[in-house]
């Protein structure tokens, strides 16, 4: 298990397993995973990124603006805003995941593999995640709001 580059990895467990966590529901990311705490860095980091069609913004409770932003699922890429609770991640190849490592989000990093019995997410929930989004949530959706606006303008 290699616990050198800030997080956990296992090939020997997930070649074997092939990627269950993934099939079930994308990992979702942290501020961290976008630059914070400069929110200028997260802006662009996030309008890229939503632009791309590949990631998108989740939620816990809209009314309490907890919202969070993880891969999109395969067959739903494209949706800046997608609430479904189950779905394969669009980053899942048959070779495993195709971003490198240090690239993927911090949950899909901190998640523990495990023989035999449930990995562990250390915590890594949908709920503490958009917690962890809670004092850049303006940011988060300023950038979802200006990529949806250029959709929009391009769509009419
Ligand atoms: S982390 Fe767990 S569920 Fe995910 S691929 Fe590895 S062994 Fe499978
Ligand atoms: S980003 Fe990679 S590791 Fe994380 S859920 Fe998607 S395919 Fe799996």
């Known amino acids: 298990m290699d616990q050198q580059k800030n997080g956990v ?3 020997s467990i997930c070649s074997t397993c092939k ?3 993934c099939k079930s529901y994308p990992g979702p990311a942290t ?3 976008f630059g914070a705490p400069d929110a200028e860095r997260m802006y662009m980091k996030l309008y890229d990124a939503l632009s791309s069609g590949r990631w998108t ?3 816990i ?3 309490e603006g907890r919202y969070f932003i ?3 699922t395969k067959g739903f890429e494209s949706s800046i805003f997608d609430h479904r609770y189950a779905g394969e991640c669009t980053f899942l190849t048959s070779n495993g995941c195709e971003l490198p490592f240090r690239k993927r ?3 899909c990093r901190m998640l523990v593999p495990k023989l035999g019995e449930k990995c562990d997410s250390q915590g890594y929930t949908r709920a503490y995640v958009a917690k962890t989004w809670q004092p850049y ?3 988060l959706i300023q950038a979802a709001t200006d990529v949806e606006k250029i959709d929009m303008q391009l769509n009419f």
């Open 105 to 107: 989000t911090e949950s």
């Open 19 to 21: 990627g269950k966590c």
């Open 9 to 11: 990895e296992d090939l």
């Open 57 to 59: 913004i989740d939620w």
């Open 137 to 139: 949530v303006n940011v």
């Open 61 to 63: 409770n809209q009314e």
């Open 70 to 72: 993880r891969p999109a």
């Open 31 to 33: 501020p961290k995973d």
